[in-house]
């Protein structure tokens, strides 16, 4: 008798994120907790959809989520993690101000508006087995690996399969699909 193949339930749990939030996200202020509600699920999902070397990864720690610089989706951040898992480990987040604090991160969200300032934080983690994500629109081109940005009112993301390769992470196809473009 031929076993059927099982789809695991997180790959499921994980497409309905992505489609619930490719909701369009509106200009209003009571919508930017939505939008930054949206981005934390991003952040989520891409734990899901990234393999990392054995060697960043700690069973017993669970992931982590780093954010780096002011923006207001690290309280959107703290609330998911009390109530959601990434490949059924637990996700801790944690502010940084400095690459220094970065190795233990999973994914490093950068939150930094200055071009020089992001240089300098990227440039030494660019083969650090971490995600980096930023919504600075020369990310990509400072070494970062997804760009995340808004099109249309919805929430988009671009892909440097080339610099998270350099880092030592593989990016599942899935992923690379739903990215908007990946270099």
């Known amino acids: 008798m031929e076993a059927k193949r099982q789809t695991p ?6 497409l309905l994120a992505w489609s619930v939030t490719s909701a369009p996200l509106q200009a209003a202020d009571a919508t930017n907790d939505l939008e930054f509600r949206v981005k934390a699920a991003y952040l989520f999902n891409f734990l899901s959809f990234v ?9 017993a720690s669970g992931r982590t989520i780093c954010v780096l610089g002011d923006d207001p989706i690290r309280s959107a951040l703290d609330e998911a993690a009390r109530v959601r898992t990434a490949r059924a480990y637990p996700v801790r987040v944690r ?7 970065a190795p233990g991160c999973h994914v ?12 300098e934080i990227v440039e030494p983690l660019h083969t650090s087995p971490i995600l980096t994500v930023s919504e600075h629109p020369e990310f990509l081109n400072l070494g970062g690996t ?3 940005y808004i ?8 892909i440097d399969a080339a610099a998270a390769k350099r880092a030592g992470l593989h990016i599942s196809s899935k992923l690379l699909v739903l990215s908007r473009s990946a270099r």
Do not use: K
């Open 151 to 158: 099109e249309a009112g919805r929430l988009q993301f671009e």
């Open 9 to 14: 339930l997180w790959l499921f749990g994980a």
């Open 95 to 101: 502010r940084i101000t400095a690459a220094a604090q």
């Open 146 to 148: 997804v760009l995340l």
């Open 51 to 59: 393999d990392y070397p054995e060697t960043a990864l700690s069973p």
């Open 108 to 119: 490093l969200f950068l939150a930094l508006a200055d071009r020089r300032q992001m240089r």
